[in-house]
């Protein structure tokens, strides 16, 4: 069981993962944009499809911590830029990997919190972030 929180930190704590949805955005359209390659296509395709997704996640924080009285951060984290596909995988990867993380503590806290809508938001941006960070493992596998 998460230690419990105050309402100001869980809200902090979601205006992190808020600027970490919207550079999860940029990422994604940065990528779609710049793949080069022979597998240009299919990966622009894949990078495309994610960017809905994110958007959503970002739509269900910046809707919460407005609910529970915070003000939305505007800034995203830092995206890394690059032009190498497989880089750009391994980023990806890397970033889901530590939000899927993120969001099981983050449904703890919230529960902890008394925010049970929240919690239960949780779980379908666990879901939403797992397939994710499972596509991306399977698109590395044998990559060379
Ligand atoms: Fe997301
Ligand atoms: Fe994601």
Redo the contacts with the bound molecule.
């Keep these: 069981m998460a230690d419990k929180i105050t309402k100001d930190q869980l809200i902090a704590l979601l205006n992190e993962d808020l600027a970490r949805e919207y550079q999860?955005v940029i990422t994604y359209r940065t990528y779609a944009s710049a793949v080069p390659g022979r597998f240009r296509q299919e990966l622009r395709e894949f990078f495309t499809a994610?960017i809905t997704?994110?958007l959503g996640h970002a739509q269900i924080l910046a809707d919460k911590i407005v609910h529970m009285g915070g003000r939305p951060e505007t800034v995203p984290a830092k995206v890394k830029y690059t032009e190498d596909p497989k880089e750009m995988l391994q980023n990806a990867l890397a970033d889901?990997t530590e939000?899927v993380e993120r969001y099981v503590q983050r449904r703890e806290q919230a529960e902890a919190c008394g925010e049970y809508g929240l919690a239960v938001d949780f779980d379908d941006l666990i879901a939403?972030?797992t397939r994710?960070r499972d596509e991306l493992r399977m698109m590395l596998k044998r990559w060379d």
Excluded: C, M
């Design positions: 999860a994610e997704d994110e889901e939000t939403d972030e994710h």
